[in-house]
């Protein structure tokens, strides 16, 4: 059973930056899995916000529109861990960040049910 635990979230200013932290634990081949970056914001459903390949994709990786610029996503599978480094943070990226792990697909995949194992999530605040 795989477990996901994300940590580094926390209250930044405006143009601030966060790294996110996910480490994954209890899996097999960590470094073929598509892992994702969610977020849900209060009131609202989750969306995607990245994601990247595993090693046979070559660590492909893919984002939403709205961090383009901004997100970057990245892995260690030495470690089993993904990262979302956050720059220029906007008060409209302050949510509830979830990391997620597919052990179908090794692409970069977007859709939630892409992904079979989910972190408990990490609280990020952007204060205006």
């Known amino acids: 059973q795989v477990q996901l635990v994300e940590s580094g979230g926390g209250l930044v200013q405006d143009g601030g930056s966060l790294r996110l932290s996910c480490a994954a634990s209890g899996g097999g081949a960590f470094g073929n899995y598509a892992l994702g970056w969610f977020r849900q914001a209060s009131g609202k459903g989750r969306e995607f916000v990245a994601a990247?390949?595993?090693?046979?994709?070559?660590?492909?990786?893919k984002y939403a529109d709205f961090v383009k610029g901004r997100f970057t996503v990245s892995r260690d599978n030495a470690k089993e861990i993904v990262y979302l480094q956050m720059n220029n943070l906007k008060f409209e990226d302050t949510a509830v960040y979830y990391c997620?792990?597919?052990?179908?697909?090794?692409?970069?995949?977007?859709?939630?049910?892409?992904?079979?194992?989910w972190g408990q999530g990490t609280q990020v605040t952007v204060s205006s």
């Open positions: 990247i390949g595993g090693s046979w994709s070559g660590g492909i990786t």
């Open positions: 997620a792990l597919s052990e179908g697909f090794e692409g970069a995949v977007k859709m939630e049910y892409q992904y079979n194992y």
